[in-house]
């Protein structure tokens, strides 16, 4: 316990060490005392303008906010407190009877109590224009005050974290300028929505989260931004913004475009942050250029970690329906350019076209000082034929600290190359790391001639153990894929190449020595597209695990 500690923290920087202990310093004294910190944050509140949604640069702002919450909005749900929240519905009865600190099967984990503390139905619910629908905003809002406020100090873990803050701040003021957009004229939802914001915007400046960094602080500086461009001049509490928001983009995107998190997920909601915060048009001289390219690197780097199917790979922590599809955000697939296309400071190489991919993960687990979202898939692949998943990924089930999420973030959990009984990283918790390996790529012309398009990577996560692979991925497209694992030393447990693939497809045996062989054909075709000489038939079902050392 004390080395797994020590492994973990060593990688802090004092930057995050000192706005932790402060942080949680805060924490203590408005849990001591209570009456106290709120004072100071009605006072901090009171300092700063009431937003107005009828400015230009927030219904700018607004725009990219509804990306996030476009699609049918089922009022009829709401209106009976039935919410669905990452996968499970919850039946509260009414919006007055939510119980927005309960349990939500999630232990210990707020991840379900903050989603829902974020209020993300307001913004569709607003942005129709419609009384109705704006009384039903309302009262969601009232039932969150009328649980929530006063502010103590368990809330701040969970529905008055800043995360959750930034997040309600920004929807509320999304959705009260797309209402206003919309032709509608709710004049007392509207200033209770902004008075609202105006009190996260307190509580965020208070209490931004420099000691997790990246889309944390992000998400922070993005939400106080938003209340800047609804304010008309921005507030001098807010004013460090013009230096803050470029060192948190820079830290976030990477060079080639990735996400230094290396979550898909997490990469499709930076563009989002960075599309707001570039629609806010706040200090255009210094902000303007360096978002206006982060931007574009993004969107490139987006599509190389994108499906034929138009989602994103599940590498890391990343789940389908976290975020807009990566269709909606850059385009259809069938734009993405064929052949092989790298991020080499990230580690993601994908290989393939509009119809057939695998996607290669031989980069680190993430920034060493915040690991948070980091899996075992080192080496790992995820494959599509024909437009359809064929080796996936399990994706993430929970974010609660015990055995579904360690098994989550665990080699088996993945499709890289694993050693029976032994991990290549040592998560812990929610969100901790402590040993951890990497993986990179191996370029050279060595292995040039093999396959049409190919790549490769090592990685350390077993030289605790006396053991390194590397992994050599090969795609004949419209035809097959080959993948060898090389192993080097001596296993206790071992060596496993496995790979999940969805239980409907059903695999055929081809032996190549065969004089009447003939390759199998795949269902999963598109009309458009010759059959693809595949050996499967594709529907969609839960992984199954195969085993196998090379795979065609």
Known sequence: MIGRTYRTIRHLTPEQIAARAMRRGRRALFGLFPDAGRRHLAERAGRLPLPDPALPLLARAAEPVAALHRGFVDRAAIAAGRFTLLGHTFDFGSPESI??????????????????AYLGDAVALMATGRAEDAALALRLLQSFEDANLPLAAPLLRDVWHAYAASHRLINLLAGAALHLKAGG?????????????????ALVLADRERDLGYNHLLKNDVALAVFAAGCGTVP????FLRASVPRAVARCVLADGGHAERSPMYHALGLIDLRILAATGLWREAWQPALDEAIARMEEALSVVTHPDGEIALFNDSWRGGAPSSAELIGAPDRIPPGVRR??????????????????????????ENPAHA???????EVSVAGRRFIVDTGVPTYTAGPERDASRSAGAHNGPRVAGAEPMEPWASFRVGRRGAAWELRGQTLDGVAPMWC????????HRGITVARYVGLYPNQGMLICDVWRGRADGPEESRFLV???????????GSPNAQRPSCSATRPTQPAPSWTARASRQSPRSSNATTST
């Open 343 to 368: 991020l080499p400071v990230t580690g993601y190489v994908r290989l393939g076209g509009a119809y057939d991919a695998a996607l290669f993960d031989c980069g680190p687990v993430g920034p060493d």
């Open 185 to 201: 004229a709710a004049a007392d939802a509207l200033r209770r929505m902004c008075e609202h914001a105006r009190l996260c915007a």
């Open 375 to 381: 899996h075992a898939d080192f080496l790992a692949v």
């Open 236 to 239: 001098p509490d807010m004013r």
């Open 99 to 116: 119980d927005w600190r309960g349990d939500f099967d999630e232990g210990s984990n707020p991840l379900r109590r903050m989603t829902l």
């Open 502 to 512: 969805p239980a409907s497809w059903t695999p055929a045996t081809w032996k190549t």
């Open 456 to 463: 490769a990577g090592a990685q350390s996560g077993y030289q």
